[in-house]
């Protein structure tokens, strides 16, 4: 499956942006789809992760209240809204995919996307 992130941008603290990732390739429906992030000289770090119907989702508490995974099987795409945006969610963001983990290991999802880069300025 191929993976294509787009939403970034320059959004100042406080403001909302929506990413996508749009899988192409296999069927979409098959895969776990998860959120990373990394920050300049920083690991990369679990953002949030949507089971393959949409019925679950887990997000990482330093994002929790504030950021929302979805996904639109029709549309072969997964979504993460971010609210209440913070200086430090500055990062390039990843959408990874995998057809049987489920989980916040980065090293587990078998697919990657090209990232998309999130600037928040104070």
């Known amino acids: 499956v191929q993976l294509q992130a787009s939403g970034g941008g320059l959004v100042q603290a406080g403001g909302s942006l929506r990413l996508s990732c749009t899988a192409s390739?296999?069927?979409?429906?098959?895969?776990?789809m998860g959120w990373f992030r990394q920050a300049p000289g920083k690991e990369r770090e679990f953002v949030g992760c949507?089971?393959?119907?949409?019925?679950?989702?887990t997000h990482a508490d330093s994002v929790k209240g504030r950021f929302t995974i979805s996904r639109d099987n029709a549309k072969n795409t997964v979504y993460l809204q971010m609210n209440s945006l913070k200086p430090e969610d500055t990062a390039v963001y990843y959408c990874?995919?995998?057809?049987?983990?489920?989980?916040?290991?980065?090293?587990?999802?078998?697919?990657w996307g090209q990232g998309t880069l999130v600037t928040v300025s104070s």
């Open positions: 949507i089971t393959r119907s949409g019925a679950s989702t």
């Open positions: 990874a995919a995998d057809p049987y983990y489920s989980g916040t290991n980065g090293n587990e999802y078998d697919y």
């Open positions: 390739g296999r069927t979409f429906s098959r895969y776990v």
